[in-house]
């Protein structure tokens, strides 16, 4: 069975840390890029961060980036996601998702299997 | 930056048939997926590239794409079907998401 379950969540001030982890079992990490979506309360989806499968190559979202650090362990089956200055704004539920993609001749880009979700809440 | 515009909610009368728009300039050049979010649950596969299934979605569940909309059609609506549902495309980089629709079944 195909698992994708995410940790690290919790409360953090303004301005601080986080490192979030998602451990992924059922199918080959090593051969299949990963990305983080959020979704703030009461709010929509939000991509966040992607990664390549063999972690050369990232993308980021605007409003994360030069703040966030994606990375992955394919011998521990583990994707990460590194927060650093976290602001209100950040605070959100934390997917890991899966990705099948292709950036070749008619590119496409989907999410096929997803955590539960991790929640993040940054506040004083 | 690429934008993906959804009808904030859509209703259907039970059994029927509901359509949710996703518009997006020349969209129909681009690969398409649509995301099902029920009420505090993780969001579920339901579409990609335009119109295929994953395995377990059921048939009633279909998609299209062409010019400047893409369209999630559920047939024979029930109420299990109620939630959010997102679309999604990649372009210049990025993920681009729906801002997502609410679907009420009546």
């Known amino acids: 069975e195909v698992q994708l379950v995410e940790s690290g969540g919790g409360l953090v001030q303004p301005g601080g840390s986080l490192r979030l982890s998602c451990a992924v079992s059922?199918?080959?990490?090593?051969?299949?890029?990963m990305n983080w979506v959020r979704q703030a309360p009461g709010k929509g989806l939000e991509w966040v961060s992607t990664?390549?499968?063999?972690?050369?190559?990232?993308y980021y979202a605007d409003s994360v980036k030069g703040r966030f650090i994606i990375s992955r362990d394919n011998s521990d089956n583990t994707l990460l996601l590194q927060m650093d200055s976290l602001s209100a704004e950040d605070t959100a539920v934390y997917y890991c998702a899966k990705v099948e993609l292709w950036f070749g001749e008619n590119y496409f880009y989907y999410m096929d299997v997803w955590g539960k979700g991790t929640t993040v809440t940054v506040s004083s | 930056s690429y934008e993906l515009t959804q009808p904030l909610s859509v209703s259907v009368a039970l059994g029927q048939t509901a359509k949710i728009t996703c518009g997006g300039d020349?969209?129909?050049?681009?690969?398409v997926c649509w995301y099902q979010q029920k009420s505090g649950q993780a969001p579920v596969l339901i579409i990609y590239?335009?119109?295929i299934r994953p395995s377990g979605i059921p048939e009633r569940f279909s998609g299209s794409n062409s010019g400047n909309t893409a369209t999630l059609t559920i047939s024979r609506g029930q109420l299990g079907d109620e939630g959010d549902y997102y679309c999604?495309?990649?372009?210049?980089?990025?993920?681009?998401f729906g801002g997502g629709t609410k679907l009420t079944v009546l």
């Open positions: 020349n969209i129909g050049s681009k690969n």
């Open positions: 059922g199918f080959t990490f090593s051969n299949s890029a």
């Open positions: 590239r335009d119109d």
């Open positions: 990664l390549s499968d063999r972690g050369d190559t990232t």
């Open positions: 999604q495309v990649w372009d210049s980089d990025s993920v681009i």
